[in-house]
Each structure stands twice: as structure tokens, then as C-alpha cells.
């Protein structure tokens, strides 16, 4: 028991964060790897790895086919350059924390072991599931081999630099990548000499005045960047998507501002997903509560006044996620399921 404590305190000391938000993190159940890289696992990987609640999968596995028992949920960076209103994360200033988390570190890690310790963790993580009558011997059998991760945990994936090489990595090991990034950093983009499987853009607002309320940025002129962005995005040579977080009374306002992002960003697919008042959401300097939940009847509602107004077709939702899925078009729709699992 010493040797792993010394080994756990060994691991959170190279985190590039002060070691006091490195422990908080850790005790929510991230698994850090080397200075900058994450991993949790997911509620829908525990919950698709028991018998008991096997059919519970995640939005991904209903809307394009992946697997939530062999995905690796983890970022390649816990810092941010916004702070959005509605996400779960741990954001510094609001828990006391003095760290500057868009400073760039003096070394980043090597992309294949990031890799290498993201499956690692992985394996460590879901090894707890064996144990017990309820586990899934199969789905626990095939989890020991992923086959997607998604770079969407925490904070901005893209602010690592070798972002290409370590998605090249993944390929090679015949894992599929989903990337979200919240599409402020337009020269990474350009630099992104591999693209994700699937890459997301998070879409905090219909427009400059909302999106000052919600995605609080760090930097300056980021609402400029975010359509820069979407003009390079419209263009990549890979599936794309948006994601909406629609919390009542917030963002969940004009659908016209939304459906010209969407027209300016041409996505494959357009997440429409409602908030979830949970993690770091509930701090009370966010000003949000329960009230700011939308019913799955009202994101299906605006999901589809959006898809009024973009020219987009409704072609399926997750209810316990309370996300509904648009797509361009009807090849969109036939296309949507991933084939690229081992």
C-alpha cells in the first residue's frame, strides 16, 4: 500500500497544475498521465460493463455506433482558455486556485506514450469491473482492448502541439478518435496534419452577445476566433459536428443565430443536447440551478426549430442524455455508424 501511495503522489506531482487542484481532481476519480493528460472513465463505460445495466450505452453508441465499454474517455490537455458557464470541470479561479492554465508548459509528452498511458489507465480503471455476478464477462474481455477514445474530458485538447502525431498514433492502433474542441484555436487547426476520425466544435452561443455571457473567455477577441474557425472547419476532409449545450433561459435563444453558425460551419451532424447541472456547473458563482434544465421536450422542440431554419433533418435521440441528433442530409443519415472498430 506505501509503494502505491508513493507511486500516486509520484504521478500527481508531474501534473503542470498546482498539486493541490491536481489531488482534487484526482479524488474525482481523473487518472492523470505524465505533465498534461487525463482520463476518466465514463458513467455509461461502468454502467455497459454490468449486466444489470448493459443496455445502458451512451448517445455515441445509439447515434454512431461506438462501443461505450471499449471507449476511452481522456483530454491531452486539463487546462482551458474559457471558462463556459455550463461545463463540469474544475475551473481554477472559481475554487481558489492561482494557476494560469493557458501558459503553455515547457515540454510536452510524447504522443505514443500518451497513448500508451491512456490505455494503461484504461485497463487499470475498468479492472474493478471484473469482480462480482453483475460483470459482463464479454464486454469486460473486449474492454481490455480499446477501440475509440474520445478527446473530450476536460479542459482544450488542441492546446497540445503534437495533436496530429498523437491521433496518427491511435489510427495505427486501429483506435477511432473523436476530438471536441471549442474552436478558438484556429492555427492548431491549421496544423492539425492528422484529423480525428470525428472532429466536434462546441457551439456555446447563437451569438457575440450570449456567447460573452456563457463561454467567459480567457483570451481576447475568442467569439472572432470561433468564426474563423468554423470558416477552416467548413472545409476538413472529415466528419464533422457541432455540439450544443442549451441551458433554459441562458443559450437556449435564437435558433436563426444557430442555424447560420450551422451554415457557416457545414457540419455532417449537429448535436442538440440539453444541460446538465452537475460538476463544477453547480458552483454558485455561475449563477445556474435546475431551473436552467430543459425538458427533453423542450431540446427536441428548439432542435428541431434549428433544423427549420438550417435545412438540417431530425434523425434520432438519446433520452437519458437528452441530446437529439440532426444530420445535413439523408447520406449524412445513412452514414453515420462508425466502421472503424477492431
Given at each position: 500500500m506505501a509503494r502505491q501511495a508513493a507511486q500516486r503522489q509520484q504521478a500527481l506531482e508531474q501534473v503542470h497544475m498546482p498539486i493541490e487542484l491536481t489531488r482534487k481532481m484526482a479524488d474525482q476519480g481523473y487518472h492523470f498521465i505524465g505533465r498534461h493528460s487525463a482520463t476518466k472513465i465514463c458513467s455509461y463505460t461502468a454502467s455497459s460493463l454490468k449486466k444489470s445495466t448493459r443496455g445502458r450505452t451512451c448517445y455515441k453508441h445509439r447515434f454512431y455506433g461506438?462501443?461505450?465499454?471499449?471507449?476511452?474517455?481522456?483530454?491531452?490537455?486539463?487546462?482551458?482558455?474559457?471558462?463556459?458557464?455550463?461545463?463540469?470541470?474544475?475551473?481554477?479561479?472559481?475554487?481558489?486556485?492561482?494557476?494560469?492554465?493557458?501558459?503553455?508548459?515547457?515540454?510536452?509528452?510524447?504522443?505514443?506514450?500518451?497513448?500508451?498511458g491512456l490505455v494503461r489507465e484504461h485497463r487499470?480503471?475498468?479492472?474493478?469491473?471484473?469482480?462480482?455476478?453483475?460483470?459482463?464477462?464479454?464486454?469486460?474481455?473486449?474492454?481490455?482492448?480499446?477501440?475509440?477514445?474520445?478527446?473530450?474530458?476536460?479542459?482544450?485538447?488542441?492546446?497540445?502541439?503534437?495533436?496530429?502525431?498523437?491521433?496518427?498514433?491511435?489510427?495505427k492502433r486501429k483506435i477511432s478518435t473523436f476530438l471536441v474542441t471549442n474552436?478558438?484555436?484556429?492555427?492548431?487547426?491549421?496544423?492539425?496534419?492528422?484529423?480525428?476520425?470525428?472532429?466536434?466544435?462546441?457551439?456555446?452561443?447563437?451569438?457575440?452577445?450570449?456567447?460573452?455571457?456563457?463561454a467567459r473567455a480567457k483570451t481576447l477577441n475568442a467569439w472572432d476566433s470561433f468564426n474563423e474557425?468554423?470558416?477552416?472547419?467548413?472545409g476538413l476532409a472529415t466528419r464533422r459536428v457541432f455540439r450544443l449545450t442549451l441551458m433554459r433561459g441562458v443559450n437556449m435563444v435564437d435558433a436563426h443565430g444557430y442555424a447560420k453558425l450551422i451554415m457557416k460551419g457545414r457540419p455532417h451532424y449537429v448535436e442538440v443536447k440539453g444541460f446538465a447541472y452537475v460538476g463544477g456547473a453547480r458552483n454558485d458563482k455561475r449563477g445556474l440551478s435546475h431551473l436552467n434544465i430543459p425538458e427533453m421536450d423542450e431540446v427536441q422542440a428548439f432542435a428541431q426549430e434549428i433544423a427549420d431554419k438550417s435545412g438540417y433533418i431530425v434523425v434520432d435521440y438519446h433520452k437519458s442524455s437528452k441530446v437529439v441528433l440532426l444530420c445535413a442530409d439523408k447520406e449524412s443519415a445513412r452514414s453515420r455508424i462508425i466502421r472503424f472498430e477492431k
Open positions: 461506438i462501443r461505450s465499454w471499449r471507449c476511452i474517455q481522456a483530454t491531452t490537455a486539463v487546462g482551458c482558455n474559457l471558462a463556459c458557464s455550463f461545463c463540469w470541470r474544475i475551473i481554477p479561479e472559481e475554487e481558489g486556485f492561482k494557476w494560469n492554465e493557458i501558459n503553455a508548459i515547457e515540454e510536452w509528452d510524447d504522443p505514443a506514450e500518451i497513448v500508451d487499470r480503471i475498468v479492472s474493478g469491473y471484473r469482480g462480482g455476478g453483475d460483470a459482463d464477462v464479454d464486454r469486460w474481455n473486449e474492454a481490455q482492448e480499446p477501440a475509440h477514445v474520445a478527446l473530450s474530458l476536460t479542459g482544450e485538447p488542441m492546446f497540445y502541439p503534437r495533436l496530429g502525431e498523437l491521433i496518427e498514433e491511435f489510427h474552436g478558438t484555436m484556429v492555427q492548431a487547426l491549421k496544423r492539425l496534419n492528422t484529423l480525428p476520425t470525428q472532429l466536434y466544435v462546441s457551439v456555446q452561443a447563437p451569438n457575440s452577445e450570449v456567447y460573452g455571457r456563457v474557425f468554423l470558416s477552416v472547419f467548413s
